[in-house]
């Protein structure tokens, strides 16, 4: 069983490109969270989505940042006009609902540098 | 809001000696509560969890946790720590009932010393 799959790992872009960071939850996970990382801090949440749908995006930036968890294939997140600021790594876990108190599995990371 | 204060940044340590790593949260609701270990270069995995019942934990590797509500404490230790022990540690909160979302500490950084 494959764990949580991100790609790409490492991602440069120049300010002002659009970055895609893709994310493949683990099979039968349909709960998907990401999280920014920037150097000398914890992860901070994002966003979370289940399929077709946004749940909670209280800690997304207003402007240029968004997700996606279509039906079928990777939830996507897009930053677009990419500053230096949004240099970091961001990490994408999966879970599935029980009881509470899931279990994130979280990916290996995409690390954006922005030139 | 839920807020996960960790109070050391960096802890060096010999090789089998004991460890503990601090941590204690604030929030206005009852929580779920976690510590993940960050190996360089990869993901967050999963250490051990808090969710009710005994207020001590155990992971398969010997670390241990103890929930202790009256001083919102999470403490992580370990006995006797191993080189393969390097890496970065975070404690993470969770609401009842919310979304689940993380609340995460600013991580401890384990060093193990030959």
């Known amino acids: 069983n494959a764990g949580v799959m991100q790609n790409p790992r490492h991602l440069v872009r120049r300010r002002g490109q659009e970055a895609r960071l893709r994310c493949s939850p683990m099979k039968g996970h349909s709960h998907v969270y990401w999280y920014r990382q920037l150097p000398e801090e914890g992860l901070k949440f994002m966003v979370y989505?289940?399929?077709?749908?946004?749940?909670?995006e209280s800690g997304m930036p207003k402007e240029r940042f968004s997700a996606e968890f279509p039906k079928e294939g990777p939830s996507i997140l897009r930053i677009q006009q990419v500053v230096r600021g949004d240099s970091a790594a961001y990490f994408c876990?999966?879970?599935?609902?029980?009881?509470?108190?899931?279990?994130?599995?979280f990916g290996p990371g995409t690390r954006l540098t922005v030139l | 809001a839920q807020s996960v204060t960790q109070l050391d940044s960096q802890v060096p340590v010999f090789e089998e000696a004991p460890v503990e790593l601090r941590c204690n949260y604030s929030s206005s609701v009852s929580v779920y509560l976690f510590w993940y270990v960050q190996y360089p270069n990869q993901g967050l995995q999963l250490l051990l969890k808090y969710l009710s019942g005994s207020t001590l934990v155990e992971s398969i590797n010997g670390f241990e946790a103890e929930f202790n509500k009256s001083q919102t404490s999470f403490h992580l230790r370990k006995p006797s720590v191993h080189i393969s022990d390097t890496a970065e540690y975070f404690c993470?909160?969770?609401?009842?009932?919310?979304?689940?979302?993380?609340?995460f500490g600013k991580g401890t950084k384990l060093t193990v010393n030959p």
């Open positions: 993470a909160v969770s609401a009842l009932g919310g979304s689940e979302k993380l609340v």
């Open positions: 989505l289940q399929k077709e749908n946004i749940i909670d």
């Open positions: 876990a999966s879970s599935h609902r029980s009881l509470g108190g899931n279990e994130q599995f």
